[in-house]
């Protein structure tokens, strides 16, 4: 193999491989290799321009003992940024050092012709590439040897119990409910980035890491490391962006549900709320408010003067999202333009087909400037300038009608070399318009996103989820991975989306335990499709705004008497964290720290907190412990060291141990931590 030393920057080459190494931020290295005659310089989720620390480049030559007799030459070279180093060998293992110590070794089981641990006969190697037939792009595999004792967080969310992701094979795709955020943070003090937007997967296995990419031109990953997550964190936010302050007018609650069919509708629950004291942040105006998608305009028919209701409810103090798909209808008055123009979605086969609810539609490209473009301008003459304060960028994984990636094509290129950048792009047809029109921090709510959507003004939330206990479950699961990959603005639909049956009490009482985690959490919304379908239409046309169906109503007080006095109980609560929770999103603006946060965020040195995923900390000063069972009214909560009040009752307990403490219905169990012995 031969190696280079290019100001700093260690590039080497090996049987038409080109690799490059070099510093990228603090304590932190970029690598990137491909198989064709240059590498690339797209940034992909690292946007932000980087410290360039000192680093060092070395390459050495030595002698070994050949396995026949007799000497012969080798050379390794090593690069090395602050407390990272990474070491090349002449078979192009790379090896990466914290301090010296090992954490991460690429996998290689190849006869290199020396006796050493990664001289085998199994013809296995770090990085494997395969060309597609016909194209410029490859199969990439890249493999890495599997740590024992290792805990892996983040890369996003999936819907699964496991919130600790050793052993846990996982899709690198985007689908409704399912977010590829490809960072991980790992127990042994480094964090990593797949920065690479091709489908694809990534086993983390107990012998063998291996990332796959379907398609790609070339590897690209960055590896941190750091004294605690939250330092790596900070480094990972450094270079992929931070999310802005988020504005203090919207902390409270978002009232939302499936669907309010007319502007009366909307201005009758707003003003319920103001009757009965409750201030809303925001409102949200869901689907099928338009004509049909892709028209991206209220259907006066029953939405006669928007702009007269959003000054209504502007002068409630309310802010007003409505919701925009990315799917054109074929009946839609912008379909011909877009599809002439060359603005939506390729097929590779068959018919011009993306998805099919509700019409026969084609999904805009995105990745294509002009398509951003057009949306846009469409958007701000029948929405922004009628008063309309954010986006519901719904489907925005974008949903398919079927996940076959390699159906799609882009203006990037193949789905299945940059899909899973398709959210972050559709959030930047609007955060970049928004912004630029300089009004105040963008908010726009999003069903997905990918690496570096922090930035972008992006509230995420968990997708469709059943309203079940197991689902709640997850949705911790979810949303704790979601922080630990840099996603800090993230949310539920409180008692999860689908449900048969509002009367029915274990929906009654899954809808409470829902609410009281999702007052600890960075949004509180309420949403929801809430059965039984038992409203008739309002007409009975295949298209606009009347004939879709609507779910029961989901305000606070919709669900009885003794269920709405503990969600108003824990509104109040919400509401008297206002100046705790401003501070946690100026921390999550200033650092990248999530709100809430796994236990060993807090606490890295102790080893229990990185066994827990079945409570959490709500900033620095909060443990929360949410019941995800039926009928369950006691649990156990595992106080870390030092001194904590029980916030129902004011009893102060000292940590260190599991306590055993009751969980009544309208009580979940929180506890305060006193910090430096100050009570």
Not at 72 to 94: M, Q, S
Not at 442 to 458: D, E, F, H, T
Not at 611 to 632: C, N, R, S, T, W
Request: proline share 4%.
């Amino acid at each position: 193999m031969q190696f280079f030393n290019r100001d700093g920057v260690l590039e080497a080459a090996r049987e038409g491989e080109l690799l490059r190494i070099e510093s990228w931020g603090k304590n932190s290295l970029r690598v990137r290799a491909t198989k064709l005659s240059a590498i690339q310089d797209t940034d992909w989720a690292l946007t932000e321009q980087a410290d360039r620390t000192p680093e060092k480049v070395e390459i050495r030559e030595y002698e070994e003992r050949s396995p026949w007799g007799g000497m012969r030459g080798r050379t390794e070279a090593r690069i090395t940024n602050g407390d990272l180093a990474a070491t090349v060998n002449d078979a192009g293992v790379i090896t990466f050092f914290r301090r010296g110590e090992k954490i991460l070794r690429e996998y290689y089981r190849n006869y290199d012709g020396t006796i050493s641990r990664e001289s085998r006969c199994l013809k296995v190697t770090n990085r494997t590439w395969k060309g597609i037939l016909g194209g410029t792009e490859y199969r990439l595999q890249v493999r890495f040897e599997g740590n024992d004792g290792e805990k892996l967080f983040g890369m996003g969310q999936y819907q699964q119990k496991y919130m600790d992701l050793k052993g846990c094979q996982l899709e690198l795709a985007q689908r409704n409910s399912q977010i590829t955020v490809p960072f991980l943070v790992s127990s042994l003090g480094y964090g990593m980035l797949w920065n690479n937007p091709a489908v694809g997967t990534v086993t983390f296995g107990k012998a063998v890491t291996e990332w796959t990419a379907a398609s790609t031109r070339q590897m690209d990953y960055w590896i941190t490391v750091g004294e605690n997550p939250k330092e790596i964190l900070q480094n990972y936010t450094g270079v992929t962006g931070r999310a802005p302050m988020f504005p203090e007018d919207r902390m409270g609650l978002w009232q939302c549900k499936l669907r309010y069919r007319t502007q009366e509708e909307v201005l009758e629950v707003a003003r319920a709320y103001q009757k009965a004291g409750i201030a809303i942040d925001q409102i949200v105006i869901d689907f099928f408010h338009w004509t049909v998608q892709g028209d991206w305009k209220f259907d006066r028919t029953y939405w006669p003067d928007p702009k007269a209701m959003v000054e209504e409810l502007h002068s409630m103090g309310i802010k007003v999202i409505v919701s925009v798909w990315p799917s054109v209808d074929r009946r839609s008055e912008n379909f011909g333009p877009m599809l002439d123009q060359g603005l939506l979605m390729q097929t590779e086969r068959g018919a011009l087909q993306t998805y099919d609810f509700q019409g026969d539609c084609v999904e805009i490209d995105v990745f294509n400037p002009k398509a951003r473009e057009y949306v846009w301008n469409v958007c701000k003459k029948n929405y922004y300038d009628l008063g309309i304060d954010g986006f519901w960028l719904d489907n925005s994984e974008p949903d398919l009608g079927v996940y076959d990636f390699d159906h799609y094509r882009y203006a990037a290129g193949p789905a299945l070399s940059v899909s899973n950048l398709y959210p972050q792009l559709y959030s930047r047809v609007f955060y970049d318009k928004m912004k630029d029109l300089g009004d105040g921090t963008v908010v726009n709510l999003l069903r997905c996103g990918w690496a570096g959507s922090q930035k972008y003004g992006n509230v995420i939330w968990s997708g469709d989820v059943p309203s079940t206990f197991e689902a709640f479950y997850d949705q911790l699961q979810c949303g704790l991975n979601m922080g630990l990959a840099g996603i800090p603005w993230w949310t539920t639909d409180i008692g999860g989306f689908m449900t048969d049956d509002v009367e029915d009490p274990a929906f009654r009482e899954l809808l409470v335990r829902w609410y009281e985690f999702a007052v600890y959490t960075a949004v509180l919304r309420m949403h929801g499709d809430r059965g039984p379908y038992t409203i008739p239409p309002l007409d009975h046309r295949d298209f606009g705004g009347g004939y879709l169906h609507t779910g029961q109503p989901n305000e606070l007080w919709s669900y009885g008497e003794d269920v709405y006095k503990i969600l108003k109980k824990y509104y109040d609560i919400r509401i008297s964290l206002h100046d705790y929770i401003r501070d946690l999103y100026r921390e999550a603006s200033e650092n990248g720290s999530p709100l809430i946060r796994a236990m060993f965020y807090e606490f890295p040195e102790d080893q229990k907190c990185w066994e827990l995923q079945d409570q959490y900390m709500f900033g620095a000063k909060y443990l929360v412990a949410p019941i995800f069972h039926l009928g369950e009214r006691e649990r156990d909560v595992y106080l870390p060291a030092g001194t904590w009040k029980d916030t129902r009752d004011g009893s102060v307990l000292e940590g260190g141990r599991t306590i055993h403490t009751a969980a009544p219905l309208d009580a979940m169990p929180v506890f305060e931590r006193f910090f430096s012995g100050v009570r």
